[in-house]
């Protein structure tokens, strides 16, 4: 699995079809999600796959088009409403390399407004045909970073999450702001900027206690890798801003064991190698110390149960990952007690309130 996101990464970023000579199993093909990157890839190319992976890549190409054009008219709609969401995350990716649209998956669009206006947002996609599921307390819903909301069914289906902030308060509320006064476009659509991006992806990583699908190490390198030394200088200090160097760390080192690029191609591992190295001594020896013990970069992909335990090694990773530990133990208190408050009767807000629940 790792050499087949190796393989897949370098041909996106050198643009030779040499890596994507060899043929994978196909159990790495399912099991890394990456199948369908794999085929359209070599379709690029005008080099053939094996035929489910092919129809894998043929699905996967034709349901983004169709959601990426929908994606357009709500927020063109959005627009003439008065709204000005910023499309991040993934669907950032997709609006910065359009050719990505056929090569990196996503289950949904992640978009932000400010706090002030969820609630209109909320009603103005209501209106535009969107369910949601209940929201729980005032406090919860204060407090939660979005929720989901959908349209349609089978080959219409389509569904966003929307965010007021980028995490649970009050983590990374620096990252939230800059995210939201982002001036960055692409395609009519609002996106953060390059340093935002990476540092959202590696606070994502860190967030789950470094449980991601292979897509988001090639998304973070797509941004890191060659990048100039001025940039690389300037994403070290926004990262330093929003308190997430030591994410951004871990997040990186994963990201070179977890696409095999020291055994694939190691004159570009070493480079980014050397970066990761000098990030790792400006966050301290005893954080990093931390990291290595529970963030290490041959974290199993798919590990056994017995042998993670997701909820409290989540936690940790998350405490190490950021220069504010004591913001992410106050989230953790304020959210596990609103979500505590919403089991008493008349503390949640009626389904027929707020929306339908989710299927």
């Known amino acids: 699995m790792r050499r087949l996101a190796g393989a897949c990464y370098l041909a996106m970023a050198s643009g030779d079809p040499t890596w994507l000579h060899a043929l994978p199993s196909v159990h790495s093909m399912q099991r890394s999600g990456l199948g369908a990157t794999w085929a359209n890839l070599r379709a690029r190319h005008g080099m053939q796959a094996p035929r489910e992976a092919a129809m894998a890549g043929m699905h996967l190409s034709a349901g983004i088009a169709r959601r990426w054009e929908r994606l357009r008219e709500t927020l063109a709609s959005a627009r003439t409403a008065g709204f000005s969401p910023v499309l991040f995350k993934g ?113 994502h990583v860190a967030r789950s206690g470094m449980h991601r699908p292979l897509h988001e190490y090639l998304d973070l390198l797509r941004f890191v890798d060659g990048m100039a030394d001025a940039d690389w200088l300037a994403l070290q200090e926004r990262a330093r801003r929003h308190h997430l160097r030591p994410a951004l760390f871990a997040a990186l080192r994963q990201a070179l064991h977890c696409l095999a690029l020291r055994e694939l191609d190691p004159a570009r591992a070493a480079a980014l190698e050397a970066r990761i190295d000098a990030l790792g001594r400006r966050i301290g020896a005893l954080r990093r110390h931390a990291l290595d013990r529970i963030a290490a970069p041959d974290h199993p992909l798919h590990p056994a149960p017995a042998q993670d335990r997701p909820l409290v090694r989540r936690s940790l990773v998350f405490w190490a990952g ?30 027929g309130e707020d929306g339908d629940q989710a299927p």
């Open 91 to 203: 669907g950032a990716i997709h609006a910065r390399w359009p050719e990505t649209r056929e090569t990196r998956p996503l289950s949904d669009y992640d978009l932000i407004v400010p706090q002030a206006e969820a609630d209109a947002f909320r009603a103005f996609l209501a209106r535009r045909g969107f369910r949601s599921p209940p929201m729980g307390s005032r406090l919860t819903r204060w407090l939660s970073k979005g929720w989901m909301v959908w349209r349609g069914e089978g080959p219409t289906y389509e569904n966003l999450d929307i965010h007021a902030r980028v995490t649970e308060p009050p983590m990374c509320t620096s990252l939230t702001r800059s995210i939201l006064g982002s001036r960055e476009s692409r395609d009519g659509l609002r996106i953060p900027d390059a340093h935002d991006s990476a540092c959202m992806i590696a606070l």
């Open 322 to 351: 950021t220069e504010s530990s004591g913001r992410v133990m106050a989230a953790f208190v304020l959210y596990g007690g609103a979500r505590l408050l919403d089991r008493f009767p008349g503390a949640s807000t009626p389904a």
